[in-house]
C-alpha cells in the first residue's frame, strides 16, 4: 500500500535559518506529492504539490523537487520566519484507481521558529 | 475567495448517539472527501464523492455512511458513536477527478467532533 514518512520533531530553529524536512514515500504507481501546512485551530492549507518526477513545486519560499529515483520530496526554505510556525504534512495521491482517491498523509512535522 | 464551509464547527454527542456533519465545497467544485484526524495524528482518509456518486473509499467505519447531493454539498451520518470517534473532521473539495485541478483538494475548518 501507499505511505509517508516523515521526521515528526518538533524541530526547532531560529528565525532565518535555513528549513529542510524529509518526506520520503512508497507507492504502488505514479504519485502526485504535496505539502500541506496546519496552523493551530485550522484546517489544512495546500502548500505545494508536484504530479511528476522532476517537478519542483513552490510557493512563498517554500520548494520541493519530486524525486522519483530516491522516493522523496523534501521540502526547503532559506530563511525561516516565526509565521511559519505551524505543523507540516507530506502527502501522496497515486490516482492509479482514478476517480477522486484521498490522500495519504505522513505523520506530520511540527515546526517551531523561536524569534 | 469562496472557501469550504462545513458545520457545524463544534459538536458534543454522548455515547451510542448518532451525529451528522456537513460539508458545502467551493462553488464549481464537484468532488467532496471526507477526511478524520485524530488527536496530534495525521487526517485518515475516510470516503470521497463524484458528481453525487461514491468515488474511493478508505478507513470509513460501517457505523457511518456519507452521501453528496444535487448541489453536491455532502453529509457524513454518524451512528452509535463511540468515545475513539472524538477527532476534528474535515472535508476537502476539489474540481473533477483529472487533470491539473484535480489535484488540488482544499480543506474546510473542519468539524470538532466530542464524543462522552
Known amino acids: 500500500g501507499n505511505s509517508v514518512t516523515q521526521m515528526e520533531g518538533p524541530v526547532t530553529l531560529s528565525e532565518e535559518a535555513f528549513l529542510t524536512i524529509n518526506c520520503t514515500y512508497t507507492?504502488?504507481?505514479?504519485?502526485?506529492l504535496f505539502w500541506y501546512v496546519q496552523y493551530p485551530g485550522e484546517g489544512l492549507q495546500l502548500l505545494l504539490k508536484a504530479t511528476k518526477a522532476d517537478d519542483k513545486g513552490s510557493n512563498k519560499g517554500f520548494e520541493a523537487t519530486y524525486r522519483k529515483e530516491t522516493t522523496s520530496f523534501h521540502l526547503e526554505k532559506g530563511s525561516v520566519q516565526v509565521s511559519d510556525s505551524a505543523v507540516y504534512f507530506c502527502?501522496?495521491?497515486?490516482?492509479?484507481?482514478?476517480?477522486?482517491?484521498?490522500?495519504?498523509f505522513g505523520k506530520g512535522t511540527h515546526l517551531i521558529i523561536q524569534p | 475567495a469562496a472557501g469550504v464551509i462545513q458545520s457545524p464547527r463544534h459538536l458534543i454527542k454522548e455515547k451510542r448517539e448518532t451525529a451528522t456533519l456537513k460539508c458545502y465545497p467551493i462553488p464549481r467544485h464537484d468532488t467532496v472527501y471526507w477526511y478524520q484526524q485524530g488527536p496530534g495524528q495525521d487526517p485518515q482518509f475516510l470516503i470521497s464523492?463524484?458528481?453525487?456518486?461514491?468515488?474511493d473509499k478508505g478507513s470509513i467505519p460501517d457505523r457511518f455512511s456519507a452521501q453528496q447531493f444535487s448541489d453536491y454539498h455532502s453529509e457524513l451520518n454518524m451512528s452509535s458513536l463511540e468515545l475513539g470517534d472524538s477527532a476534528l473532521y474535515f472535508c476537502?473539495?476539489?474540481?473533477?477527478?483529472?487533470?491539473?485541478?484535480?489535484?488540488?483538494?482544499?480543506f474546510g475548518p473542519g468539524t470538532r467532533l466530542t464524543v462522552t
Open positions: 507507492a504502488t504507481g505514479y504519485p502526485s
Open positions: 502527502a501522496l495521491s497515486d490516482r492509479a484507481g482514478g476517480g477522486a482517491d484521498g490522500l495519504t
Open positions: 464523492f463524484y458528481e453525487k456518486m461514491q468515488s
Open positions: 476537502a473539495s476539489s474540481l473533477g477527478t483529472s487533470g491539473s485541478l484535480a489535484y488540488e483538494q482544499y
